[in-house]
């Protein structure tokens, strides 16, 4: 069977590898923090919080990811704005917000080796989700400005494609 090939290129149609994959990192940090909240809440609860004082918080976190997941797809189909949201928002403000707590506790004398002797299960399920969920969006940020990241952007900028 004999096709026609597409009249647009594939950068021009299709996002290349390096987007789809730094959205598919977007999606999976995203997959991380929830996992993460899902533990700090259950172990808020374990510890006697009242579910309601942990509402305004989860409602936070829900409203990020859900920004975070829209943002990704948005990515993916283009629009170079959303590109820019991620890098500025979860890519700087996110990554600080994952990295200040553990820092501070490095500074203040925290010892890596103590802590992974005395760390738990849940304990060690939030240090490994948090490690992935950091990898991915420092992965997901160096993707979105590959040289095919940035052409896929400008063609789809110069055709008014951009979603």
């Known amino acids: 069977m004999i096709t026609q090939a597409p009249s647009t290129t594939p950068a021009q149609a299709y996002p ?5 994959t730094a959205a598919m990192l977007w999606l999976f940090a995203v ?5 993460e909240a899902t533990l700090m809440v259950a172990g808020a609860l374990a510890d006697g919080a009242a579910f309601a004082e942990l509402l305004p918080g989860i409602a936070f976190r829900l409203a990020v990811f859900t920004t ?3 943002l990704a797809l948005r990515l993916r189909a283009g629009a170079n704005w959303a590109r820019w ?3 500025a928002t979860l890519g700087v403000l996110g990554t600080l917000s994952l990295v200040v707590e553990p820092a501070r ?3 203040d004398g925290g010892s890596i080796a103590a802590a992974l002797a005395e760390a738990g299960v849940v304990d060690l399920m939030f240090m490994g989700s ?9 992965g997901a940020v160096t993707l979105m400005f590959q040289p095919r990241a940035n052409a896929y952007f400008r063609v ?7 979603a």
């Open 16 to 20: 290349p590898p390096v987007v789809r």
């Open 31 to 35: 997959a991380a923090g929830a996992f």
């Open 68 to 70: 975070a997941v829209l």
């Open 85 to 87: 949201t991620l890098a």
């Open 105 to 107: 506790w490095l500074l």
């Open 130 to 138: 948090r490690s992935l969920h950091l990898l991915a969006v420092l």
């Open 156 to 162: 789809r900028a110069a055709r008014g494609t951009s």
